[in-house]
């Protein structure tokens, strides 16, 4: 089973920056995706951008030139660079990966962005 383990998330001021990583166990798949979604309260979870191992990249468009996703094929470890942070960020971030055509979840970070 795939083990996914988040760091980074805090509290900031709107117009600030977090980096967020995750690191993923290795398994006997490959990890084909890797991203982040978010989910505030009440709220569905929604995917914030992902990454393939060939570098392709989605974003949502709430997040675009903002926020930048990147990927360290050879350590299974995602980063989202968070900058120009708003309130409507808030929420807890959840690192994602799919292997072998399953989706596995870390337990999420939480970030925050005060007005």
């Known amino acids: 089973q795939v083990q996914l383990v988040e760091s980074g998330g805090g509290l900031v001021q709107a117009g600030g920056s977090l980096r967020l990583s995750c690191a993923a166990s290795?398994?006997?798949?490959?990890?084909?995706?890797m991203g982040w979604y978010h989910q505030a309260p009440g709220k569905q979870r929604e995917l914030v951008a992902d990454?393939?191992?060939?570098?392709?990249?989605n974003y949502a468009d709430t997040v675009k030139g903002r926020f930048t996703i990147s990927r360290d094929n050879a350590r299974d470890t995602v980063y989202l660079q968070m900058n120009s942070l708003k309130p409507e960020d808030t929420a807890v971030y959840y690192c994602?990966?799919?292997?072998?055509?399953?989706?596995?979840w870390g337990q999420g970070t939480q970030v925050t962005v005060s007005s």
């Open positions: 990454i393939t191992t060939g570098g392709s990249t």
């Open positions: 994602n990966a799919l292997v072998g055509g399953s989706h596995y």
């Open positions: 290795r398994s006997r798949f490959r990890i084909n995706v």
